[in-house]
């Protein structure tokens, strides 16, 4: 298969760039970028209407930017092995670096898998920011509770809600913040947690199946050539390494604060075809191009319509009987996964086609560089979304995800964490 010829969005793109307005790579990297504030896509006034307020708010947010983990740092090294043993030369500016290349990480065992440095700084400034954003929603000093999914495999997860939160509050936030940490592996969780898939035997993650399969035949060959045709000797790279170096780009960046010479490598069309192959991977592996991934997190999103319904002032019960009332700002922390499900879920990709593994779709909507970056967000004010209607239509929960475990409580598959503290699968962190 032959790369089809630049879509009129790609070639908008390079059009951009040709009138001196400079190409960034690292906007156009999905997973694998740092978050900046996206364009308004649909022309929506952010403002409050005139004459109205926002007196309630919420987001779900995937953890900040992170050192790699254990599988993408074993490619790195690999790469640094292969470029050490060859024998090359280059008249390629942008491939001299490669004489003296080696991974960034200091200390890999201690860092995998953790949050990084401009993670921290990320998250910190994010809870200034909507401390900012909404005033008048914590009285100064005051306590605030916030949820953060159960990640297994690291505490990054966990640690963004911390750091968050003393953005948010302060000095003072250990002792006015509280976490609530839900486990959505746990039985009783069916429904009701911020990782609704991980109870979800139905769904499966492809990686963006057969259609970017194609679309990673179709692309890195042409681009693979082209690199190796800068290089002299016995150094040939694979697809498979190209296929990391835009990766390698935004981790690089974000690591040490400063741009990676691996982002001037590919140019700014094999940048935009690593983009859409990105699109590929989150259209069809948690995004609406999976049935059960646009499904999964419709619970939640019912439950955050009641809580919304119900006003800023509700007061709810515990399960241990214990009365409160949850902050104007919900604040989530949860996965890349789980940030794709959720974007699906609330309808604004509803009625697209699927995208091509064959040709970048001109002018598509759906762009994960947009909402599935590190501290990538989801929010909401005060929104009405049918979820109820949209949840009866695909079945319900336990029926789209094919739930057999007997461990798992009937009549139940409804979210309640953001009201209910005394849930048995969920525990409190401080900040």
Known sequence: MKVASLSAATAAALTTVASGQAFDPLKHLAGNGQWFSGPNVFGIDPEAPEGCTVDQAAFVSRHGSRYPDPGAYAEWTALEAKIKAAQFTTNATELQFLHTWTPVLSDPTQQMSQLSVTGWKELHDMGAAYRLAYPTFQPYNTPFSLWANAYASSPRVL??????????????????????????????????????????????????????????AAYL?????????????????????????????????????????????????????????????????????????????????????????????AVYVDGDGETWTPPPLSAMFTNDGQVSQLAAAVGVFDGLPDLPGTEVLANRTFRASYFVTMRGTVGFERLNYLIKEKLEAVGGFREVCNVTDTTVPEGEEETTFLWDRALPFESVAKP
């Open 221 to 313: 060959p042409p681009a693979t050539a082209r690199v190796n045709a800068l290089l002299r000797g016995n150094l040939t790279f694979a697809a498979a390494d190209v296929g990391i170096f835009a990766y390698l780009c935004g981790f690089e960046t974000q690591i040490v604060g400063a741009r990676s010479p691996w982002c001037g490598v590919l140019t700014p069309a094999e940048v935009l075809r690593y983009e859409y192959a990105q699109d590929l991977r989150y259209w069809y592996g948690s995004g609406a191009g999976n049935a059960v991934a646009r499904a999964a997190m419709l619970p939640f999103l019912a439950g955050l319509a009641r809580r919304f319904a119900d006003g800023p002032d």
């Open 159 to 216: 640690n963004s809600a911390q750091l968050f939160a003393r953005g948010y509050l302060g000095p003072n936030a250990t002792a006015l913040g509280a976490i609530y940490v839900v486990n959505g592996s746990d039985p009783r969780s069916l429904a009701n947690s911020l990782a609704t898939s991980n109870l979800c035997p139905a769904y499966d993650d492809n990686g963006g199946g057969a259609p970017k399969d194609a679309w990673d």
